[in-house]
């Protein structure tokens, strides 16, 4: 693809030569000379003119010279151009002879149905969504149009997935929520018979679990992107455009405003809220049904507003050095005591 139909495709002005025939995206220290890169900090931008890269996108601000592409967030524009240049494999409509298929289940023509995937009564499988091999899709599960499952991943019955998810490999939609109730003779468990309903556009990393809720729904928003290792426990409601990272697990009946940011190694306690536009740091934990307010960044055990935080931190710093003063001042109070007896 030239330079100037990617410039075409991003509805932006692209300056040097147009017809150069760029063949990959790379990173700016190691793109040749049919690569395209992006500048997308001061830093990368000190470093461009030793790129050898056949073409930059670049912030508007950035000197001319060379071929570029001018665009208002290089970042987001290279993942267009990614796609562009490095489209997924298409889907070839078909079911693999060694699928088994309920006879009510119903396939859209243009899906793709792996090898030894099995699908339950009822379900529905969307027009040109992909199904991965050893994939187990549950009776009345319905799976919207151009969606991709990668290999096994396992639906449970009744989970309701929108429009283009990515499902990575091992992923598991409706298990059972954690729910037993405490008897004379031990735990009893509570049965779960709500469900999981996903929006569209949702991306869930791989061996990431999405409990289904005891009764009603957990319910994940459209645009919302999980990392791998997350678990949603029963009954949460995440909104629209959340993003989670690893190793990140909500207890029961927690809520995700929309555009929340969820850092890797989270835990958040029951009946949590955490409102619009906040940020939860990294390893951080929320107690239960504590509220995180609308944009505000937390951090640490139990979370605190960054500030504190870092204050916090400080101090602990300082704690070796005050306690060496504070030895020292001892001394010396013990001393005069001695002159004064």
């Known amino acids: 693809m030239r330079v100037d139909e990617i410039a ?165 939609l409706g298990a059972d929520g954690f729910g037993f109730v405490r008897a004379s003779s031990g735990y009893q468990k509570f049965p779960q018979i709500g469900s999981v309903d996903i929006g569209d556009d949702v991306e869930i990393g791989a061996n990431s679990c999405i409990d289904r809720a005891a009764l009603g729904v957990t319910r994940i928003g459209d645009g919302v992107k999980l990392d791998n290792l997350v678990h949603i426990g029963h009954n949460c409601v995440i909104g629209n455009h959340v993003v989670i990272a690893a190793q990140t697990g909500l207890s029961g009946g927690v809520v995700v405003e929309d555009f929340a940011v969820i850092g890797g190694q989270v835990g958040i306690g029951d009946k949590a809220r955490i409102e619009s536009g906040a940020v939860l740091g990294s390893g951080c934990g929320i107690l239960t049904s504590k509220i995180v307010r609308k944009g505000q960044v937390v951090w640490g055990t139990p979370a605190r507003p960054l500030k504190d935080h870092l204050e916090q931190l400080a101090n602990l710093a300082r704690l070796p050095k005050m306690r060496k003063e504070i030895a020292e001042i001892k001394t010396r109070l013990d001393q005069r005591e001695d002159e004064i007896d």
């Not at 063949?23 to 700016?28: D, R």
């Not at 461009?48 to 073409?55: D, G, I, L, T």
């Open 8 to 172: 075409r495709h991003l509805n932006a002005a692209y300056e040097g030569s147009g017809n150069i025939e760029i063949l990959a995206p790379a990173a700016l220290e190691s793109a040749g000379p049919h690569e395209i890169a992006f500048v997308g900090n001061r830093k990368a931008a000190d470093h461009a003119a030793q790129s050898s890269a056949a073409c930059l996108l670049v912030p508007n601000e950035f000197p001319a010279g060379r071929t570029l592409i001018r665009v208002d967030d290089p970042r987001a524009s290279f993942a267009t151009v990614i796609g562009l240049l490095c489209p997924p494999a298409p889907v070839t409509p078909g079911i693999h002879p060694s699928a088994v298929i309920h006879p009510e289940a119903m396939i859209a023509p243009t899906a793709e149905i792996g090898p030894h995937v099995i699908i339950g009564p009822q379900a529905r499988i969307g027009e040109r969504t992909s199904i991965g091999a050893g994939c187990s899709i549950g009776a009345r599960v319905q799976i919207g149009d151009d969606s991709r499952l990668h290999p096994r991943v396992t639906i449970y019955e009744g989970v309701i997935i929108g429009r283009r998810a990515v499902l990575h490999s091992g992923c598991v």
